[in-house]
């Protein structure tokens, strides 16, 4: 099975920033959109960015707009974190679509998960 590895988490301060980065051992992974998901605890898991497989979608989740940036290339993709804040505190997983080639990252569905990496934000 194709397995999704993320990287690049630590503990930083209020105001920092900080780059994931998500590798796959799957073949086909820069065909199709990934995104990036976070569960803090007692909390739901939340759909934080997004991007297709030619980086020409994008999505945001309204509570990183401006502060967050989703790039890729033809190995990675990543996630650069801006202007860190401590509700930003959760474990970061990426995911892949199931589907190649699609033109809207919203309709992905994200089948191929990687482990996580933990961001913690203190104040």
Known sequence: QVQLVESGGGLVQAGDSLSLSCTSSGRTFSSTAVG??????????????????????????????????????????????????SEDTALYSCAADKRPFRAVVEDAEYVYWGQGTQVTVSD
């Open 36 to 85: 990036w998901f976070r569960q803090a605890p007692g909390k739901e898991r939340e759909l934080v960015a997004a991007i297709n497989w030619s980086g020409g979608s994008t999505y945001y989740a309204e509570s990183v707009k401006g502060r967050f940036i989703i790039t890729r290339d033809s190995a990675t993709v990543n996630l650069h974190m801006n202007t860190l804040k």
